[in-house]
Structures are given as C-alpha cells and as structure tokens.
Nanobody, 111 residues
Framework: ELVESGGDLVLPGGSLRLSCVAS??????????VHWYRQAPGKQRELVATVTAGGSATYEASVQNRFTAFRDNTEATVDLQMNNLTPDDAGTYYC?????WGRGTQVTVSA
C-alpha cells in the first residue's frame, strides 16, 4: 500500500513537502522505482518525478529546479519537496510503484 500526505493550501511562491509511505515489503520497495504523478481538474494525470531504487531522480521539465525528490529506503518513503509553487502546480498528487497507486494528496496553490 502507498499512502501520500502533506498536501495543503499554499500561496503562490510557497513550498510544500509531500510524503509517500510504502507499507509491506521493504525488500520490494528497495528494488523498485517510485513515481510521483499529479492530476489537475479536467486534465490528464502527468508524471512529475521518478526516483530510481538507488535514489536518482528525474523531473518533468516544468518542475525542474523547483521540485526535489528524496528517497529513504530504510523508512520506505519518497518525499517530494516542492518550492516556488504556482497555480499550475495545483492538483492531486499520487505516488506509484509498479502497478500500485496511492489515493493521492491535494495541493492547492492560490492567493
């Protein structure tokens, strides 16, 4: 099971840190990539970041240099630090590992 948390209402230019916690086999977690997706109302779900088993991360172009993913294989978590948020970053953020999805956490960016 994957559980996201940390979503909130934030002002433009603000920051949030999302967390994805995986329950179950730590062994399996350590072997797999974890992905962060987001979905805005009326839009398709899009990939935001991918974190390899070793902790390397790649990012969608619009969040590069603003978002940073942190992986902790001992705690089975992948956090997403989001800085300088804009209204375009708003939506429901999901983490995914293999074919498993979390239920999402809501990020709202508004003045």
């Amino acid at each position: 099971e994957l559980v996201e948390s940390g979503g909130d209402l934030v002002l433009p230019g603000g920051s949030l840190r999302l967390s994805c916690v995986a329950s179950g086999s730590i062994f399996l977690f350590r072997l797999n990539e974890v992905h962060w997706y987001r979905q805005a109302p009326g839009k398709q779900r899009e990939l935001v970041a991918t974190v390899t088993a070793g902790g390397s991360a790649t990012y969608e172009a619009s969040v590069q240099n603003r978002f940073t993913a942190f992986r902790d294989n001992t705690e089975a978590t992948v956090d997403l630090q989001m800085n300088n948020l804009t209204p375009d970053d708003a939506g429901t953020y999901y983490c995914k590992m293999n074919n498993f999805w979390g239920r999402g956490t809501q990020v709202t960016v508004s003045a």
